[in-house]
C-alpha cells in the first residue's frame, strides 16, 4: 500500500510525495504554511510557501525568510504532490491547503470560521478524500451570534461608555480580531490602537485590506485628548499600567471564550464579547459534512470528545496531536 | 423575564461595585414589585423549591440539543456550571413566541409544576426554554435548579434598596432577615418590615481579621478580648411566644439543636443572644473539636447517641435584645453587663454559658494568653472595643479576630487533579508527600524540597516510597 498522502511526526503535518511540512513547529526544510499566527507559521524553516494575501503578515512577524507566494485557487506541483491553497476564513490571507497525491485529496484546514468576517476572505469549501479539522470550539455549547449582532452590542457600550466620560478599551488578538473590529465597527469616535495592534493594521492596510484610520497610543495621548475614543490592544494590555495611564476606562475582552461564564469571571473580567475567528460547534459540523469527507482527523481544540463525536456520526476520525493544544482560555486564537 | 434578564447581565458585566449599586437600585425603582420581593429573596438565599430535578433537566437539555448523554457530560466538564450548559447547548433563537414572563410568573408556574407527571413537567420546560433568549434561559435553569450566585454581597444589596426607598440601610438589612415568605410577602410590607414574622434575627456584626497585632488599636483599656470559639456562631431568639435559633448564614436551625430546647422556657420574653454553639465536652468541661460539630450539621434530626456523644452548648458573646428592647446602639460593655445578668438569673443546668471575657492590662501579656488558644480549644482571640455599638454586618475598626497562625509543614505536591462542575478548570485536589521521620537538620525541616530538586524536580520514585504520609487536601478554591 502507497504511503499516505499526508502523515504526523515531532515536526508537524508532513508529506512525503512532496517533502515538505505544514505549519511544522519545528525547523525543516520546506513549509507551507496556513497563516500569520504566531503557532502555525514558526521561525527557522528552510524555505516558505504561503498565500499571497499572508505573505506580508508572515514577513513581517518572522523577519529576514525565503518565502513564495500563490494565489488561492492556484494549483503548484511539488514533487509528487498536488498544492493548493483556498481561503479559511480565519484572518485576512488565512489558508486551507490541499494536497492531492495519485488521486487522493487531503485537506489540512488550518484556523477557520464559516461566517463571512466582511475582511478576511469568505471560508470556501474544497472537497476532499480526507480532512483534517482544527475544533479549538469544538463542544456543542459554543455557538455564535451572528456577527452584526455583536458588533452592535459593542457599538452600544462604546457609546455608553463615551457618554460616561470614559474611553473603551477593547482587548483582542492583535493580528486577525483587532482588524475584524475595525472593519466591523461603524465608527463613532476615534479610534485609537496598541502598537502591536498598528503594526498589523499598517501591513494588512498596505495590502488594500479596507480598514478606518487609526492613531497610534503614544504617550502624549490619554482619554482627555481623544474623549470617547475606542482603543483596541491585545489582551495583555488589558489592566495594565499601560492601560490606566489612558484615564478612565472600561475594558473588555473580545474572543469565543467569552461565551462561558466561568472562564470570564476567573479571569476577573467584567465584560465580554463573544466574537471568535474560530468555527463553532454547527460551523465545524456543516463544514466537516461540505468537504464530503469520509475520513476526519481532528487537532486542535476538544480533539477527544470532538472525535467521539465525529465517530457517532458516521465519520472515520482520528487525532492528530500537535504541540499547541487549543483546549484553554489561554490559548492563542 | 427580560427585565430580570437585564438586571443580571448588567450585574455579570461588571467586576466594579458601584456599577453593581446602580443597576440593582435601578432595578428596585423601576421593576415590578412582585418581581422586587423575588429578587431579594434570590440574591439572600431564599430559593424556590425544586419541581424539576437536575437529572431530568440534563436529560431533557440533551435531547432538545440533539446529542448524546457523554456530550453532554462533556460540555457540563467544560462550562462548569449545568444551568449554563444547558443554556448554551440549545439553539439561540426563540422557537416560540417571546411571552416575556414577569420573574414572578415564572417562578410561580414553576411551583404549579410541583407533583405533576414527568411528561407534563418536561413539556412545560421545553416550551419555555422555546421562548426564551441565552440570558433569560440561564436565569429560568437558574430557578429550576436552584442555586443562585449573582455575585451580589449582602451589604451592596441593602445599599442599592436603601438607594431606592430612602430607608436606612441598617434598618433595612434588620428588616430582610428572617422567616420571610416570597410568595406572600409584598414589597411594600417588606421594606415596612411587617414580613419577617416574630423570629426575625438581627443582622450578625462581622470582625475583621488583625494581621499585625493590636499594637496600633491604642489603650488596652479600651478593648474586651474573648476566645474566638470554633463552632457555629448563632443567635438566640427568645419572644413572646417564639423560640429561634439562627445560623450566621440565616438559616433556621432551631430543630437541629433539640438539646438549646430547654432554653425556650427559661429565657424571659424578648431576649436576643448572640453567641457560639458549640459541641461541649461535658466531662472536661470545655469545647470539642469543630469535627464533633460537623457531624450533626446538615442532619434534619439527631440521634439520640450522637447528642449524647455531641451534646450543644451556646457560649453568649453579646445581648441585642433585653426585655423586648433593642439594645445594640448602647456600648458593648453595658450589653455584655446586662446579658451577664439575663444569664446569672437562669436556673443552673441550662446548655448556656457567658463566653468568659480575658482580663488584661498590656498587650504583650494578651499576646502570651492568645498562645495557650489551642489548649483552650479556641481558634485565638476576639478584640472589640468596649464602647463599639452592635453595627449590622462588617464594619472595620471596633472587632477584630486574632487568630493563631496556622501550623505550616514542608510537603511535596505528587499530584493535582482538576475539579468538576463549577470548578471546572481549576485544580482542586491535590495529593501532598510528607516526611516523617527526623533527618540529619532535625525533624521536619529534613530537605524533602532539596531531595526533590536533585531529582531533576520531578516528584521521584525516592520521594514516593519514602514519603511515609500522603496527605489529601481538598483545596476550597
Known amino acids: 500500500m502507497a504511503s499516505p498522502v499526508l502523515t504526523f511526526t515531532d515536526h508537524g503535518i508532513f508529506c512525503p510525495a512532496g517533502d515538505f511540512h505544514i505549519d511544522p513547529w519545528r525547523p525543516v526544510p520546506r513549509a507551507l504554511v496556513t497563516h500569520g499566527h504566531s503557532d502555525h507559521a514558526r521561525p527557522g524553516m528552510g524555505s516558505y510557501l504561503v498565500s499571497d494575501q499572508a505573505l506580508p503578515v508572515i514577513r513581517r512577524r518572522l523577519g529576514p525568510i525565503t518565502a513564495d507566494a500563490i494565489p488561492f485557487g492556484q494549483s503548484r506541483q511539488i514533487g509528487g504532490a498536488t498544492v493548493s491553497f483556498h481561503p479559511a476564513g480565519h484572518v485576512p490571507g488565512s489558508a486551507q491547503i490541499k494536497v492531492t497525491v495519485a488521486g487522493e485529496t487531503w485537506v489540512v484546514s488550518g484556523d477557520y470560521k464559516t461566517e463571512p468576517d466582511g475582511l478576511a476572505e469568505p471560508y470556501e469549501p474544497v472537497r476532499c478524500h480526507t480532512f483534517i479539522s482544527e475544533c479549538t470550539f469544538g463542544l456543542p455549547v459554543f455557538r455564535w451570534e451572528p456577527q452584526p449582532k455583536v458588533m452592535a452590542r459593542i457599538a452600544e457600550w462604546w457609546a455608553a461608555n463615551a457618554a460616561a466620560g470614559k474611553l473603551s478599551i477593547l482587548g483582542a488578538y492583535s493580528f486577525g480580531k483587532a482588524q475584524r473590529l475595525l472593519a466591523g465597527l461603524s465608527p463613532q469616535g476615534p479610534i485609537l490602537t496598541h502598537a502591536a495592534v498598528e503594526d498589523m493594521t499598517q501591513v494588512l492596510r498596505d495590502q488594500g485590506y479596507p480598514l478606518p484610520p487609526t492613531t497610534r497610543v503614544t504617550p502624549d495621548i490619554t482619554g482627555r485628548s481623544h474623549p470617547g475614543a475606542l482603543v483596541i490592544a491585545p489582551p495583555s494590555a488589558l489592566g495594565s499600567a499601560w492601560a490606566s495611564r489612558l484615564g478612565p476606562t472600561e475594558e473588555a475582552f473580545v474572543s469565543g471564550w467569552m461565551a462561558v461564564r466561568g472562564i470570564r469571571r476567573r479571569r476577573a473580567l467584567g465584560t465580554g464579547f463573544v466574537l471568535s475567528d474560530h468555527a463553532d460547534w454547527p460551523g465545524l459540523n456543516d463544514a466537516i459534512a461540505a468537504t464530503g469527507a469520509e475520513r476526519i482527523f481532528v487537532t486542535h481544540g476538544y480533539t477527544t470528545p470532538f472525535r467521539r463525536w465525529l465517530e457517532t456520526q458516521g465519520y472515520d476520525a482520528g487525532i492528530v496531536e500537535t504541540r499547541f493544544t487549543g483546549d484553554d482560555a489561554e490559548a492563542v486564537e | ?477
Open chain 2, 1 to 477: 423575564m427580560n427585565r430580570f434578564a437585564a438586571l443580571f447581565a448588567a450585574l455579570d458585566g461588571t467586576t466594579k461595585t458601584g456599577a453593581k449599586t446602580a443597576a440593582l437600585a435601578d432595578y428596585f425603582r423601576t421593576a415590578p414589585e412582585a418581581d422586587r420581593v423575588w429578587t431579594i429573596a434570590l440574591l439572600t438565599g431564599r430559593r424556590p423549591r425544586r419541581s424539576v430535578s437536575a437529572t431530568e433537566l440534563r436529560l431533557w437539555a440533551a435531547e432538545a440539543a440533539g446529542i448524546p448523554d457523554w456530550l453532554f457530560e462533556e460540555s457540563y466538564a467544560v462550562v462548569g456550571d449545568l444551568a449554563e450548559t444547558i443554556a448554551l447547548l440549545l439553539p439561540a433563537l426563540p422557537t416560540g413566541p417571546d411571552l416575556d414572563l414577569t420573574l414572578d410568573e415564572a417562578i410561580r408556574g414553576l411551583g404549579r409544576l410541583t407533583g405533576q407527571p414527568t411528561e407534563l413537567r418536561r413539556a412545560a420546560v421545553l416550551a419555555a426554554w422555546g421562548q426564551m433568549t441565552a440570558v433569560e434561559r440561564f436565569l429560568y435553569n437558574k430557578l429550576l435548579t436552584g442555586g443562585f450566585r449573582m455575585g451580589v454581597a449582602q451589604g451592596l444589596l441593602t445599599r442599592a434598596l436603601a438607594q431606592a426607598t430612602g430607608v436606612e440601610e441598617a434598618t433595612l438589612a434588620h428588616r430582610l432577615m428572617g422567616d420571610w415568605d416570597p410568595a406572600t410577602t409584598t414589597f411594600p410590607a417588606l421594606i415596612a418590615g411587617d414580613g419577617g414574622g416574630n423570629a426575625r434575627p438581627y443582622p450578625f456584626a462581622l470582625a475583621s481579621q488583625l494581621e499585625n497585632g493590636p499594637g496600633a488599636l491604642g489603650p488596652p483599656a479600651d478593648w474586651l478580648a474573648e476566645w474566638k470559639w470554633d463552632g457555629i456562631r448563632g443567635q438566640l431568639i427568645a419572644r413572646p411566644g417564639t423560640y429561634a435559633l439562627w445560623s450566621r448564614g440565616e438559616e433556621l436551625i432551631t430543630d437541629r439543636f433539640p438539646d438549646l430546647a430547654p432554653l425556650a422556657d427559661f429565657l424571659p420574653a424578648g431576649t436576643v443572644i448572640d453567641g457560639e454553639i458549640l459541641a461541649w465536652n461535658t466531662g472536661e468541661n470545655r469545647p470539642q473539636p469543630f469535627a464533633a460539630l460537623q457531624r450533626r450539621i446538615g442532619r434534619k434530626t439527631v440521634s439520640k447517641a450522637l447528642l449524647a456523644e455531641a451534646p450543644a452548648r451556646f457560649l453568649a458573646y453579646d445581648l441585642l435584645e433585653d426585655a423586648g428592647e433593642d439594645i445594640r446602639h448602647l456600648p458593648l460593655s453595658h450589653r455584655r453587663a446586662r446579658m451577664e445578668a439575663v444569664i446569672a438569673a437562669l436556673p443552673p443546668g441550662l446548655p448556656v454559658a457567658v463566653s468568659p471575657g480575658i482580663a488584661f492590662h498590656d498587650w504583650d501579656a494578651l499576646a502570651h494568653t492568645r498562645a495557650t488558644a489551642r489548649a483552650k480549644s479556641a481558634e485565638g482571640l476576639m478584640l472589640k472595643r468596649a464602647a463599639s455599638p452592635y453595627f449590622a454586618g462588617r464594619k472595620r475598626g471596633d472587632w477584630w479576630k486574632w487568630k493563631l497562625d496556622p501550623w505550616t509543614v514542608d510537603a511535596v505536591m505528587l499530584y493535582a487533579q482538576a475539579g468538576h462542575g463549577r470548578r471546572a478548570n481549576l485544580f482542586t485536589d491535590f495529593t501532598f508527600g510528607v516526611t516523617l521521620w527526623p533527618g540529619p537538620q532535625g525533624p521536619r525541616r529534613t530537605g524533602v524540597r532539596d531531595r526533590v530538586r536533585r531529582n531533576t524536580g520531578q516528584p521521584s520514585a525516592q520521594v514516593r516510597h519514602r514519603a511515609a504520609l500522603s496527605a489529601h487536601a481538598a483545596l476550597a478554591a
